[in-house]
């Protein structure tokens, strides 16, 4: 369909010279306020800040690839900035056959079509990502993607052109990007690949996760050493490295040969809810499309029309920026009213309560909640139906006890829960260090029972720009500080019962990174790497005595669980002697079931057993291979 454009206008909202202090804002801060009058949204033209971009077809492509290289050029390596930004592309063609459209993703940076169906809005030409060089001496850049996180692509029809770029750059889309980045609602014809061949040749990359997106021609997987791909469609997949998940993909591999590849296939996903995602209507109304949860699916939500779901406009939300108090925040959540996150880091001294059911919290541009005086910056009730989407929640330097929980703790969690429309968290990070000091408890705790997590990366830093020395450039001492400072115990804890993970990426906590408590609990896909800063085997041992604690601990009186596809890994890079004698703990029942889980050694340290005592050791020696078990316990 043709969509209008706002007001039949573009809009070039970009503000690349922003300051600091406007992005961070005051939210939370303390005081009596007055009770705001309702907050009135245009749903033609809605003020979204300055850090949000809308493009339409009238635009002049010099004025789009001007701004998109100028912000690409700014993100490229901003990593632990402050700068969040969200480029909109109104329903229309975009680039040609004649002049391709060329552009790039940096941090913090989310492209999306406005489109009710991807195919609404028309890409001829590549968005891409490429390797990320560190340094900058002769013949030797360090030219990786293991760093090339938090960026997002979606709803959008690219046909991939890479005319007009160098000759190896020309011959593919490059999406060379690792953890919380994520690709949704792609319609692609063309060659996409997930790994940089031509930057400084073939490179590491660690990422990621595809869902809802069709693919004409089968993406060239490369250097990924873990990828999740669900509910999608494509005519095969290239290749392996350590472990590969499809989850109702129409042209999956058959996983038969596990391990060699490292295949792991399910059918159909036992649960699923596709990201809300905003689009303009045939009116010039915008909105939010808020797709219904799914069970036992297989393929793109949207093949036969529009994705099943309901649709809230625009002037439904609140529509918050950083500067905003939580006390505001909370009465327009009280009122009734969903809420928007324009791009921004938002300082959060008091909790954001979320305590009606079927709310929304849809996160633009990676928007980023930030824990002050230890506070935990969001809670969401014992309802049902809420999603929370598109939101990065960070520690800060006064520990929290959590950052994000759902559901009360304690409580009867399961007089509320509706099997049919759970509670969903997408594209939802977490970190504990890395852009500043951070500490933190726990990072996400469920109580709540239905709960679905669709792609979450739940990080405690290995480096970043906290002030003190890290371990890769100052030895030991660094990262003994960090271990120190940077406190983070446990990364997700799942108290609910018949919780549902798809894409489920947790690293670097200081006890066990993932602690599931309830009955009935699916992962598809589990990523793990220990940390890399115990001091001492001392630091990294139990009370009870057992070397470290594994990487995935299913507690001890759960009677059902299932995981598919997991990895733990290992790197003491801080002390290379540390031994952890498990990668995955869980009760020995007949009801508890792992399928496809492996360790590995990335040149540091040594797991014993990837599970209950099953499995081969991976020490320094086995550096890049890893131990697989098929399924545990075995059949």
């Known amino acids: 369909m043709s969509v209008p454009s706002p007001r039949g206008r573009s809009r070039r909202a970009l503000a690349l010279g ?14 009596p306020v007055a009770a705001s009058p309702p907050q009135q949204v245009d749903p033609y033209d809605p003020d979204l800040g300055p850090n949000v971009t809308v493009f339409d077809p009238s635009t002049p492509q010099a004025e789009i690839e001007a701004t998109l290289d100028e912000l690409a050029d700014q993100q490229t390596d901003a990593e632990m900035s402050t700068d969040r930004y969200s480029v909109l ?8 056959a004649e002049e391709p459209l ?6 913090y940076t989310e492209v999306a079509g406005l489109g009710a169906a991807p195919g609404d809005v028309d890409v001829h030409g590549a968005i891409e990502v490429y390797n990320r060089c560190l340094n900058d001496i002769p013949g030797s850049p360090n030219c990786i993607a293991l760093v090339n996180f938090w960026r997002t692509l979606s709803n959008l029809h690219l046909t991939v052109d890479g005319a007009g770029q160098d000759g190896c750059r020309a011959s593919a889309n490059f999406w060379a990007v690792s953890q919380a980045v994520s690709m949704r609602r792609l319609d692609v014809d063309g060659f996409v690949s997930l790994m940089d061949y031509c930057t400084d040749g073939p490179q590491y990359a660690s990422g990621g996760f595809i869902a809802d997106s069709r693919f004409d021609t089968a993406p060239l997987n490369g250097s990924q050493q873990q990828w999740l791909t669900r509910n999608s469609e494509m005519p095969e997949w290239s290749n392996a490295v350590w472990n590969q998940v499809f989850s109702g993909v129409v042209g999956a591999p058959d996983d038969s040969a596990f391990p060699d590849p490292p295949y792991t296939t399910l ?3 036992p649960v699923s809810r596709e990201k809300p995602y905003l689009f303009v209507d045939d009116d010039g109304r915008w909105n939010v499309r808020v797709p219904a949860a799914q069970s036992g699916t297989r393929g793109v939500s949207w093949a036969d029309g529009t994705t099943a779901g309901r649709t809230v406009g625009i002037e439904d939300f609140f529509v918050a920026r950083p500067g905003d108090s939580v006390r505001e925040i909370n009465t327009n959540l009280a009122r009734g009213k969903h809420l928007l996150l324009t791009p921004g880091v938002y300082d959060i001294a008091e909790t954001i309560e979320v305590k009606r059911p079927d709310t929304v919290v849809l996160g633009m541009g990676h928007a980023t909640l930030t824990a002050v005086d230890g506070a935990v910056p969001m809670k969401v009730a014992d309802v049902p139906g809420v999603v929370v989407a598109g939101v990065t929640i960070d520690a800060g330097e006064t520990e929290s006890e959590l950052l994000l929980q759902v559901g009360k703790a304690d409580g009867e969690h399961g007089h509320r829960a509706d099997p049919a429309n759970p509670t969903t968290l997408s594209d939802v990070y977490f970190r504990v260090g890395g852009p500043h000091v951070g500490s933190t408890d726990t ?29 890769g450039e100052n030895g030991v001492n660094g990262d003994t500080v960090r271990w120190n400072t940077n406190i983070g115990r446990t990364g997700v804890r799942i108290n609910g019962d018949d919780v549902t993970a798809t894409g489920l990426f947790v690293e670097h906590f200081q006890e066990f990174n993932t602690v599931w408590n309830g009955e009935r609990g699916t992962t598809v896909l589990y990523q793990n790497e220990l940390p890399y800063d115990p001091p001492t085997q001392a630091h990294w041992t139990r009370p009870d005595g057992t070397l470290g604690w594994a990487g995935y601990k299913v507690a001890d009186d759960v009677t059902e669980h299932t995981l598919h596809g997991g990895g733990v890994y290992v790197f003491n890079q801080n002390n290379p002697e540390i031994v952890t004698e ?9 009801g508890v079931t792992l399928h496809h889980v492996m360790t590995v050694n990335l040149s540091a340290g040594t797991i014993n057993h990837v599970v209950n005592g099953v499995g081969d050791a991976v020490p320094p020696s086995t550096v890049g291979v890893p131990e697989y078990v098929e399924q545990y316990p075995a059949p």
């Open 89 to 96: 592309f109104t329903p229309g063609s975009y680039g040609s």
């Open 18 to 31: 922003v300051t600091v202090a406007a992005l961070l804002g005051t939210a939370g801060a303390a005081g």
């Open 267 to 269: 059918d159909t996903t």
């Open 582 to 590: 498990n990668g995955f703990e869980v009760p020995e029942t007949p």
């Open 102 to 107: 060329q552009a790039r993703v940096g941090y």
């Open 443 to 471: 990072a996400l705790e469920v109580n709540s029972d239905h709960v679905l997590i669709d792609h979450t990366w739940v990080w405690r830093g290995d480096h970043g720009v906290e002030g003190f020395p890290t371990g």
